[in-house]
């Protein structure tokens, strides 16, 4: 059973999730601000936080902004009463997966909690089914998706769950254009309807990661007025040579 950990200081908001989720068999626990979900998350298994951004004590933003700062990759769903894409774009900026607007429909909460939990399942938490080893490379890239491990240079690189599943996309279609709403259905696995923004910034922080020069990407390229896609790159002589 995976916990999903509810944290909005309105207890009417937390109560309706916890419904609509346990329905779905999943361990709900509940917290009333960030500080609150923080100390949680340091003492149990957190498998996916739903997180309200304007909250007392400490917001959600702040609180996403020092989840991240330790490496902790679970997945996180903002929820804001909000619609403005300034809102979205700063969630996504300080490392959210995905975000939900008030008042939201609870087809939609289930949907993508259950997209964001097989992400992290698939390459950021553990299984209990060892996956067969598949090693993707693209010059001085290396994504492992046994061990859930990418490493530049032979440099280990920390991803997201959801950065990790963007870079395998583009490892395994090389070359080939993708426009933001063709890169949205196929990672996030949701209705694409105004999910640019969300590409956008996911890309740029995924070039942050992986380039040397992030400004003027070797890899991750766009392919002005169609999308994105990633160059195919000749793997180093080095690498090649472990595997002989």
């Known amino acids: ?9 309105d ?12 329905n779905e068999d999943y361990n709900i626990l509940e917290a009333e601000n960030g500080r609150q979900a923080l100390e949680m998350i340091e003492n149990e298994n957190i498998h996916l936080l739903l997180m309200d951004i304007m909250m ?4 959600g933003i702040r609180a996403l902004t020092k ?22 774009i ?3 900026n300080a490392g959210a997966d995905d975000y939900i607007t008030k008042p939201f429909n609870p087809v939609e909460v289930i949907a ?3 997209s964001q939990i097989r992400r992290y399942i698939r390459f950021g938490g553990s299984s209990d089914v060892a996956p067969k080893s598949s090693i993707l490379r693209n010059g001085s890239i290396e994504l492992d998706t ?18 990790m599943m963007l870079l395998r996309f583009f490892m395994e279609n090389p070359d080939k254009v993708f ?57 180093p002589e080095k690498i090649t040579r472990s595997d002989s």
């Open 1 to 9: 059973m995976y916990n999903i950990l509810i944290c909005d200081d």
């Open 67 to 88: 989840l991240r700062e330790n490496n902790n990759n679970i997945p996180v769903i903002l929820l804001t009463a909000k619609s403005q894409d300034n809102d979205k």
């Open 146 to 163: 046994s061990s859930k491990t990418v490493t530049r240079d032979g440099e280990p690189v920390n991803l997201t769950p959801t950065e």
């Open 112 to 114: 993508r909690v259950k």
């Open 90 to 92: 700063l969630g996504l």
């Open 179 to 235: 426009s933001p709403k063709e890169i949205y259905r196929n990672v996030w696995k949701d209705d694409p309807l105004g999910a640019e923004n969300t590409v956008t910034v996911h890309i740029r922080h995924l070039r942050e990661k992986i380039e040397i020069d992030p400004a003027n990407p070797d890899y991750l390229k766009v392919s002005w007025g169609h999308g994105y896609k990633m160059v195919s790159k000749k793997v």
């Open 56 to 59: 007392p004590v400490l917001d």
């Open 11 to 22: 207890a009417d908001i937390r109560s309706a999730l916890r419904i609509y989720l346990a």
